[in-house]
């Protein structure tokens, strides 16, 4: 059933492109030109790019992209293993993010000072 809603969500996106495409077919063009550029082989794999999209789309909380970027790490050969270490990294993100606003941001707001002051 999850991949029924995958599939849909994602079908849903992609009709929605169509829809866009009818009446600005030139941005669609491009943004399809730019991604395509974005994730071609070079410095990083076509998978190693489809793991950091995967991540960015989870601390984003993008549920089409997170079902998209998934589905392309495993066809560009992505493992299970894989695919679960970058979910880590994108947790890790997340978690450092509040914690590093919660030891700058809201000790400042706390103490009423700079964060460099505070030490």
Aim: glycine share 8%.
């Amino acid at each position: 059933m999850l991949n029924n809603t995958m599939d849909d969500k994602v079908d849903a996106y992609k009709v929605g492109v169509g829809l866009m495409n009818e009446s600005l077919p030139n941005v669609v063009e491009a943004y399809d030109q730019f991604t395509a550029e974005c994730f071609a082989d070079r410095a990083l794999s076509g998978k190693h790019k489809q793991l950091v999209a995967l991540g960015i789309a989870l601390f984003a909380n993008n549920e089409i992209c997170t079902y998209y970027h998934v589905t392309e790490a495993i066809s560009k050969g992505a493992s299970p293993n894989e695919i679960m270490d970058a979910v880590a990294v994108a947790a890790a993100v997340g978690g450092g993010h509040a914690f590093s606003q919660g030891v700058t941001r809201v000790q400042q707001a706390l103490s009423g000072k700079p964060a460099s002051n505070l030490v």
